[in-house]
């Protein structure tokens, strides 16, 4: 039988709403530990995962008000690395969305600020290229790459496209965007998809590599931010698993540096022990 009902559709953030959230991650993210110019990695990723790529423009924008922006050099160079948060997100979310973003910016570019370089011209997937690949995948995962190798023995086209496309071409080049801006860039994607399993990696991934667990909690706290923005609702899941058992894995992992004495939740709600 017909009904009239009607599914309730989100209106669209306003420009202002989009200002007001920028201001508000800012001022929560971690920059003091961190660095400056991380901030706007998380929100642009966390927009077009959110699929308000509309607002990449909006952000840029509102980027180029800034005094370090002024020059067309400056632009240019912000433009690469906001390409290179794009260009990472293609493996993490697919293509659709980045480059629905790429259009948005390229709209509101002025001639002088665009930047023509081409980061991956001389790629080849070689050998090299795996073995860098494989560094970084080590780096995130360190003894947990056992059990993943397990598991893709038999899934060997994963496997590969893991060690020389996911890793090799996209995640593992850090020359525009730093290591902890990468896995910013990752976990917030991955994140902004609900995936309990992928995030409870990459929130460990993120301590592998030096951040510590105060701050990846307040990362996630600015991706939640924009998650509302994008009216992206979250199981309880996500957010129990970051509150309890990130903190517990990294005050073991603070007392045992050989990363074996902590146990999680995520043992039985994702198949991944969190240590």
């Known amino acids: 039988m017909a009904t009239n009902k009607q599914i309730p559709i989100p209106r669209d953030p306003t420009k202002e709403e989009a200002h007001a959230l920028f201001n508000e991650v800012e001022e929560k993210f971690p920059s003091s530990t961190l660095g400056d110019g991380k901030w706007y990695i998380l929100t642009l990723a966390a927009l077009v995962g959110g699929s308000q790529a509309s607002h990449a423009p909006t952000l840029y924008s509102y980027l180029l008000t800034r005094p370090e922006f002024q020059t067309p050099d400056q632009r240019q160079a912000l433009m690469r690395r906001l390409r290179e948060v794009l260009f990472k997100l293609i493996i993490i979310v697919g293509v659709c969305k980045p480059l629905d973003a790429v259009f948005e910016i390229e709209a509101v570019t002025r001639e002088e600020d665009r930047d023509y370089s081409f ?86 991934g993120t301590r592998r590599i030096g951040v510590s667990s105060e701050d990846v909690e307040t990362i996630q706290q600015c991706i939640e931010l924009v998650a509302q923005f994008c009216s992206h609702l979250y199981e309880a899941l996500v957010r129990s698993m970051s509150r309890s058992s990130v903190h517990q894995w990294c005050q073991n992992r603070d007392q045992d540096q ?18």
């Not at 990363?259 to 969190?274: H, N």
């Open 119 to 204: 980061s991956r011209e001389n790629w080849q997937c070689d050998e090299s290229n795996a073995q860098r690949g494989e560094q970084w995948l080590n780096r995130l995962y360190s003894h947990n790459m056992g059990g993943i190798n397990k598991a893709l023995a038999s899934q060997r086209d994963f496997a590969w496209t893991s060690k020389h496309i996911t890793y090799g071409l996209y995640l593992s080049d850090h020359s525009i965007l730093t290591d902890v801006e990468t896995e910013i860039t990752v976990l917030t994607g991955i994140m902004m998809q609900n995936l309990p399993r992928e995030t409870s990696w990459h929130l460990r």
């Open 258 to 275: 050989g990363l074996r004495k902590s146990k999680s939740t995520f043992d039985s709600c994702t198949g991944a022990t969190f240590d």
